[in-house]
């Protein structure tokens, strides 16, 4: 362990919310002037952990992937923080002593950067993760960490100030709810205007969850595809390198069942090195695309094209408001690459933000 520095020992879910965590930093460090996350910053040099070459568990290999390429897709989707951070601001401007709940909070850092002084915070996230949170980030005053899954109803019983209005946030929730069948979901919403009645939350949600990595490359120009192309398959070997057997295995099942005119030879990574330099370009971007499906994994049956949908299960349900992730989000001081990105996902509608009030 480098001396003065806490190790955190890695799971699934550990992993998704270091990256998090890196890119609010990374975004902070690079782009001050438009989002800081001071405590984000202070983290990422707290943790004994190497953000661009450690290894990652299977699940999560394509954070090993996305981490190799000069689109900054954690980055740029920590800055839904900033847009939480304005929710948040507004509610507690109206309501100074609420009460707000950060639902799957992993190693969010909203609090210090939306805290008045006066209201009271709940993080709530599954027990190893609390765990970790409480290692790095001890309970300030006010702040309550609860280490509960979000379907366990017994959370809101911990929930002890309501008197002046409850705020949720749930920006890692996207995620999970993926995980979920339609009727979880439904029992989830449900189960906050049960208790919270009159309540607000304000989450991200994912319409397209599989077309968005399918045409994830058209987002990036041109001129630039074949060497991203050439990153993304070096990520994939840098994480072969560290790999233990039974997820090398995995992968390599993965590979041969991808619908490419011609098959590796055999399972080391020579074999898929030959392979792949025997595609044509576009055979190599439809590879990619078909293994970075697989790798997200099944998901539940809820996708919501329409958030409406969520007021018909629940008449108590009212959308306040709904929005395309980066809208009145500064490009000025952004490449164009980061530009382009942040456009193709507003104008196609991939990644919104979503305000309700149950």
Request: hydrophobic residues 40%.
């Amino acid at each position: 362990m480098s001396q003065g520095k806490v190790k955190v020992e890695l799971g699934n879910t550990s992993v998704s919310m270091l990256g998090c965590l890196w890119g609010r930093a990374q975004v902070s460090k690079d782009y001050n002037s438009l989002f800081y996350d001071a405590k984000a910053v202070e983290l990422i040099e707290k943790i004994d952990y190497d953000f661009l070459s450690s290894d990652v568990p299977f699940e999560d290999i394509m954070y090993n992937i996305f981490r190799n390429i000069t689109l900054p897709e954690f980055g740029l989707f920590t800055l839904r923080a900033k847009q939480f951070d304005e929710k948040a601001k507004a509610y507690i401007a109206e309501h100074p002593y609420a009460s707000v709940i950060n639902i799957a909070a992993g190693l969010d850092t909203t609090f210090y950067r939306v805290d008045n002084g006066t209201i009271h915070w709940y993080d709530l996230d599954l027990p190893p993760v609390i765990d970790i949170r409480r290692q790095l980030l001890p309970e300030p005053d006010r702040v309550t960490y609860i280490a509960k899954s979000l379907l366990d109803p017994s959370w809101f019983e911990d929930v002890k100030y309501v008197e002046d209005g409850i705020f949720m946030i749930a920006g890692g929730v996207n995620r999970v709810l993926h995980s979920f069948e339609d009727t979880q979901v439904k029992q989830f919403f449900s189960m906050l205007a049960d208790h919270f009645p009159d309540g607000e939350i304000v989450f991200d949600a994912m319409s397209r969850s599989a077309e968005g990595l399918r045409t994830l490359m058209d987002r990036i120009p041109p001129e630039q595809r074949d060497a991203t192309r050439e990153v993304w398959f070096e990520g994939l070997k840098n994480w072969w390198e560290k790999a233990p057997q039974n997820q090398k295995d995995k992968m390599n099942d993965m590979i041969v069942a991808l619908k490419t005119p011609i098959k590796p030879r055999g399972k080391e990574w020579s074999d898929f090195e030959e392979w792949w330099e025997t595609l044509k370009n576009e055979e190599k971007t439809e590879a990619l695309r078909d293994l970075l499906i697989a790798l997200r994994g099944k998901t539940g049956t809820w996708v919501p094209k329409d958030i409406h949908e969520i007021t018909r299960w629940d008449n108590r349900i009212t959308v306040i408001d709904e929005f395309p992730m980066f809208k009145n989000i500064p490009r000025d001081s952004l490449s164009e690459e980061m530009r382009r990105f942040m456009d193709y996902n507003d104008e196609r509608g991939e990644s919104s933000i979503i305000h309700l009030r149950v």
